[in-house]
T-cell receptor, first 114, second 112 residues
Framework: SAVISQKPSRDICQRGTSLTIQCQVD?????MFWYRQQPGQSLTLIATANQGSEATYESGFVIDKFPISRPNLTFSTLTVSNMSPEDSSIYLCSVADRVGAEAFFGQGTRLTVV | LAKTTQPISMDSYEGQEVNITCSHNNIATNDYITWYQQFPSQGPRFIIQGYKTKVTNEVASLFIPADRKSSTLSLPRVSLSDTAVYYC?????????????FGAGTRLFVKA
């Protein structure tokens, strides 16, 4: 199993600012993903963080708004840029290592934009 | 990725067996069926995964009929702590690779 540490666990930010969320895994993993979860809703995949190359974004998400870094096989960051209240959500990091393997999730970062 | 359909919510009582069925009519040959559990303020947690027939672990059983167009997660003798959202996911190497795409999930309420 993989243990995932996400920082910060929560934050309250002013609109127009940016927040960078860190995801650290205790072992090397092939794939890392970032999700968003609105209160009471399911998880929505934002992007796949690719090591050594640009992230792969899902429909409706763009790099300018959600830049992602993946410098190595154990670490990734997601930045929420130029925040608005609509960005208030829980952001989760997830990892998987092979086809069919279970995915592991961090505890999430609860973001409130005021 | 194959779309999944689950009941929005279910109620049960402590000690009962709970069965949550998921429809996935467009499942591909290489797709696995995976179930996750999510408690409030936590990330989802893997429960069980299967490809066909029946799979059982210490937490749950997963029943998959021969046509694989549906699956049933069975939770034996639930307790209050099993109150959570349960997600059914379908995917594999040729239908999304490693990506885990979540549907709406089923909210299970276990009552005393």
């Amino acid at each position: 199993s993989a243990v995932i540490s996400q920082k910060p666990s929560r934050d309250i930010c002013q609109r127009g600012t940016s927040l960078t969320i860190q995801c650290q895994v205790d072992s090397q993993v092939t794939m890392m993903f970032w999700y968003r979860q609105q209160p009471g809703q399911s998880l929505t995949l934002i992007a796949t963080a690719n090591q050594g190359s640009e992230a792969t974004y899902e429909s409706g998400f763009v790099i300018d708004k959600f830049p992602i870094s993946r410098p190595n096989l154990t670490f990734s960051t997601l930045t929420v840029s130029n925040m608005s209240p609509e960005d208030s959500s829980i952001y989760l990091c997830s990892v998987a290592d092979r086809v069919g393997a279970e995915a592991f999730f961090g505890q999430g970062t609860r973001l409130t934009v005021v | 990725l194959a779309k999944t359909t689950q009941p929005i919510s279910m109620d049960s009582y402590e000690g009962q067996e709970v069965n949550i069925t998921c429809s996935h009519n467009n499942i591909a040959t290489n797709d696995y069926i995976t179930w996750y559990q999510q408690f409030p303020s936590q990330g989802p947690r893997f429960i069980i995964q299967g490809y066909k027939t029946k799979v059982t672990n210490e937490v749950a059983s997963l029943f998959i009929p021969a046509d694989r167009k549906s699956s049933t997660l069975s939770l034996p003798r639930v307790s209050l702590s099993d109150t959570a959202v349960y997600y059914c996911l379908v995917g594999g190497a040729n239908t999304g690779g490693f990506k885990t795409i979540f549907g709406a999930g089923t909210r299970l309420f276990v009552k005393a």
